[in-house]
């Protein structure tokens, strides 16, 4: 992997080699718990990023684990992690489109999507594409931001798109819904506010080799580019309140 990454969102993730997601570990597993999966269960996870849930899940689980990314750094890196932990035998990874998956009617009985449709404009079109992988009495569980007031204020949209580059619209919880349910599920959802103690079992994603990688990148970076450093700074000026408009819901659909 190259040691010069280009300084987008995305392009940092894949080269730290980390996957965030709202509300840490324990959000994920919540999410988990929500969609019924045992041994048996076939699972899609949709934006598998550097493969941390993938990996998880085969190895807690035992079930069989589709991960699919739009980067193909990122399916390198779910590769990787799948084969340190030992656990290639139950895990598959490829390149897919979200909103074009290459996959029949009905594949899977439980699809995941985390901080994955943020980015995505047609969020519509994704939801249906969703519904259509799993099969009829199947799980669809996603974890995504939303706007807990609106109007928001317009620093705070524009922050938004600066920070985390998403340019598309943040639905609110009830238009997530919404969505969901045009593409024939059935929803339950739960909102949650940012909670630092929660957003901190990030880090319980990685294992003691997974930290070193992501320190040592991160320092090493931050000592020799000045434009890492510039990016940075400007991602942590949060605007004030921020966190009372913006936040993230977790959905839970059965086809």
Known sequence: MSDKPDLSY????????????????DTTKRLLAACPIDV?????EVGCGAGATTSYLAREVGCRVM??????????????RAEREG??????????????????DGRFDVVLCESVAAFIADKARLARELARVV?????????????????????MVDYVRRTWEIEAE???????VAMLEAAGLEVTAETFVF?????????????PRDMFRMVYRTVALYARSRAFRQCMRGRHRLPKDLFRYYGYALFVGRK
């Open 195 to 207: 909670d630092a103690r929660r957003e901190s079992t990030q880090m319980r994603r990685y294992r």
């Open 87 to 104: 656990v290639e035998d139950r895990v598959e990874l490829r390149v897919a489109n979200a909103l074009d998956l290459p996959f029949e």
């Open 135 to 155: 099969r009829p009495g199947g799980y669809v569980g996603m974890n995504e931001e939303v706007w807990l007031q609106t109007p928001p204020p317009a620093e």
């Open 10 to 25: 995305f392009g940092l993730q894949a080269y730290m080699g980390t996957t965030k997601h709202m509300g840490g570990l």
């Open 170 to 176: 943040t639905p609110t919880t009830e238009r997530w």
């Open 67 to 80: 991960g699919v990314d739009l980067r193909e750094s990122m399916i390198a890196l779910a590769r990787e």
């Open 40 to 44: 048996n269960t076939y699972v899609l």
